[in-house]
Structures are given as C-alpha cells and as structure tokens.
C-alpha cells in the first residue's frame, strides 16, 4: 500500500460521499486506503459505511464511543491503524482539496523528509477559504506566536496550525505524544525535530456543514502552547519580572541619595535594559546564540526593541484612560501584558533568529533597520 489517508470526522456525513470520489479520483493508478475516525454524534457512521460499500478503494470507519483527545486523538488512533507508513491527515469537510495528496505523496517519496506540509502561507498556496477577517488573523497571528515559541523545530514550517499533512509512521514516536484539541501536526513538530518539507495549496470553503472551531478550541490551544513550550517563556516571563522588580529598587535607592526621581528613572531603565539582555544571552536563548550572528547586532535590536515599545505604550496607557475610560492601574497591565508577548516574539524570531532562515522574512525586514542604526 502506498499511503493510507485518515480523515477525522465529527458530523460530516453529507462530505463523505464526495471527499472519497475526489480522493479515489486524485490518486488513479496508486494503492489507498481512506479512514474515518468518527466521534459523530449524527448518522455520520452509516452514510461512511454505505459509501465504503460502494467505493473502488478501501474505506475503513473507526467509530469511537469514547472520543478522548477529540480531533488530535482522532488523528492519532488512525495512524495507529493505518496500513501504511505514510499517512495524510485531512479535514473530512474537503477545504482540504484531495488533488493535493498526489503533490505530497510525489514529495514525501522524494525520501528527504519526515513531514510534508501542506501550507496555506508558502508561495503558492492561499488561506481564502478560511470564514472571515477575524479567523484569518486569528490563524496569522498564533502562526506567528508558535514559530516564536519554536524557532528551531518550525524554522522549516511556514504553517504549523495546518491539518493538512503526510507523516512518515516510522520516524514518529507514538507513545510520546499527548494530543488535545485541534492542533496535531504542532505536537508532533514539536515533540522532536522532524525534517519538514512544503508543498502549497489553496484553502477552500467547507463543502458542505458547519465548523466545529470555537473559542473553547481556542483557549485549548493556547494551554496546549503553554505545556508544551513552558520552558523557554516562563524563563522569559521571570527574567522580565526580575528586571521589573529591579528596576524599582535602583529607582528607590537612588532617590534615597537625592537623585531627581525623572534622573533616577532613566538610570534604573538603562541599568534594568542591559542586565535583562545579559540575561536572555546566557539564560533564556544561550542554545541559540551560536547560531544568530553578533552579540552586538542582539543588543541594538533588543535595546530598540525596549525603546519603541516604551515610546508605544505610554500614549496607548493614556488612550484607554483617557478614551475608553479605564483605570489606569489596568491600563497599565494590559499594555504590559501585550508589551511582554510582543517582547517574546521578537526576541525569538527576530533577536534570536538563526541566519539564513525561512523564519528570515522578520529578519530580512529589520536587516536596513539594523544597519541604520549602527551607523
Ligand atoms: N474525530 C473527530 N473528533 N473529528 C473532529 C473533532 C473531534 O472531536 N472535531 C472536529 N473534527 C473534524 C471535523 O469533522 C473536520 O473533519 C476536521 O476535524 C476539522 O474541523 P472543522 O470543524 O472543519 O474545523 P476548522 O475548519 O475550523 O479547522 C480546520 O482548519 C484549521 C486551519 O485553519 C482544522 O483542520 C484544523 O486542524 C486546521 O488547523
Ligand atoms: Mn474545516
């Protein structure tokens, strides 16, 4: 067999009929398998075991009465059952066009990689289909937020929250992986460095049916991020309270002495700036130095980073006071609480970035930037 296609359901039966055609029709002339895993709570599973009656190519239904792990777990459990070790994973719903697993599979038997990604954000490919402005930046900016939190493990992947996929079985470790939610092909990814490799392709709009993606699916993800990159961020989030606390106690002890308490501020925010990178450099991204260029390329674009961030923040403190009519107190938290995930972002992609690397369109962006300032 040379690729078994799993398709996690949840109340698609009017998709099957037609993702299975287009699917047999896609890859004439190779040996397929299709799989359902259903946790439908409609007739989903009979109107599959009716099309697998009538069907040319193999389509095998897993029911599960006991959906643990939902769409991830789904997906695992068929891998667990395929045939063979090449699998793809797609949505039952056909914004996954299946035409495209003839790309992928021609690209994964190519040998050099573990992982074919089918991407929305490579060139070539289109994010079109997704339901509205919101969802389209929603899906941009966590993108974004994942590769910050991966730089090396996605540095190759340009769409990481894709459920589009061909896995290579035998370089997966199964036992490892601990799927919750939506996004599988993030976990394995991140569980270990995979080779990927892209191929394009255009998001359509669902078939038929309605969206199972909702802000609980959401909030899943983000814990689901947080577990498993707790590392590298926590270190981040407590040497920037360090720096905070720091920061206070210069301001404090200075004013002790008599200094002007603008003076003193100053001193302590340049004092705080320079420990707070000294840190990042030998605690938080001290794996990823080796392989970001210059020490004193870092500092300029961490201490310009500090500066526009500060020069932001204050007049948006002053917008939601003044305009929206928050205490300042909150105010001043919230902006902190997106100035320190804004922080971790460009630290990690664009501080941190390795050279040369695809996550280099960041890079590229502040290459001028960089240069100017140094002159
Ligand atoms: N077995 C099973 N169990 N399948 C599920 C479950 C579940 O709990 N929840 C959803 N599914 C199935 C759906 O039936 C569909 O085939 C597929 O998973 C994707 O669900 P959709 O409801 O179509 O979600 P979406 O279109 O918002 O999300 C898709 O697009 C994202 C990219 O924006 C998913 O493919 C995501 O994986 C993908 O990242
Ligand atoms: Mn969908």
Not at 149 to 174: A, Q, Y
């Amino acid at each position: 067999m040379d690729l078994s296609v799993i398709v996690p359901t949840f109340n698609e039966g009017p998709n099957v009929a037609e993702l299975v055609r287009r699917t047999t029709h896609a890859l004439l002339g190779r040996t397929i398998e299709v799989i359902f895993v259903d946790d439908s709570t409609d007739d989903t599973p009979d109107v599959i075991r009716a099309v697998a009656a009538a069907s040319d190519i193999p389509v095998r239904l897993i029911h599960r009465d006991n959906p643990v792990g939902g769409l991830g777990g789904a997906v695992v459990e068929g891998i667990r059952a395929a045939e063979s070790d090449f699998c793809v994973v797609m949505d039952g719903d056909l914004q996954h066009p299946p035409e495209v697993i003839a790309d992928m599979l021609a690209r994964a038997e190519v040998g050099d990689a573990d992982v074919v990604v089918a991407s929305r954000y490579v060139a070539g490919g289109t994010s079109d289909g997704l339901a509205n402005a919101v969802r389209t930046a929603v899906s941009r900016a966590s993108t974004l937020l994942t590769k910050a939190m991966f730089p090396r493990k996605l540095n190759n992947c340009t769409d990481p929250m894709t459920g589009f996929f061909l896995v290579d079985r035998r370089t997966l470790e199964i036992e490892t992986l601990q799927p919750r939610g939506f996004k599988i092909l993030l976990e394995i990814l991140a569980r270990k460095q995979m080779r990927v490799v892209e191929v394009p392709f255009s998001f359509a709009p669902r078939f038929a049916g309605e969206s199972k993606a909702s802000f609980s699916q959401g909030m899943r993800f983000l814990v689901q991020l947080t577990m498993l990159r707790f590392g590298r961020m926590s270190a981040f989030a407590v040497v920037g309270g360090l720096g905070a606390l720091a920061n206070l106690a210069i301001m404090w002890a200075l004013q002790a002495f008599g200094v002007q308490y603008l003076i003193a501020a100053v001193i302590a925010s340049i004092v705080t700036i320079v420990a707070n990178f000294i840190a990042l450099e030998y605690l938080v991204f001290a794996d990823m130095r080796a392989e970001s260029g210059l020490m004193r390329h870092r500092f300029i674009k961490s201490f310009t980073f500090n500066g526009v961030e500060a020069i932001i923040r204050i007049p948006v403190i002053w917008v939601l006071v003044s305009q929206a009519h928050m205490p300042s107190v909150i105010a001043a938290a919230l902006t902190l609480i997106a100035a320190f995930v804004v922080r971790f972002v460009f630290h990690a992609l664009v501080v941190y970035a390795p050279k040369k690397s695809r996550v280099g369109k960041a890079v590229r962006a502040i290459e001028p930037l960089e240069d100017e300032v140094t002159a």
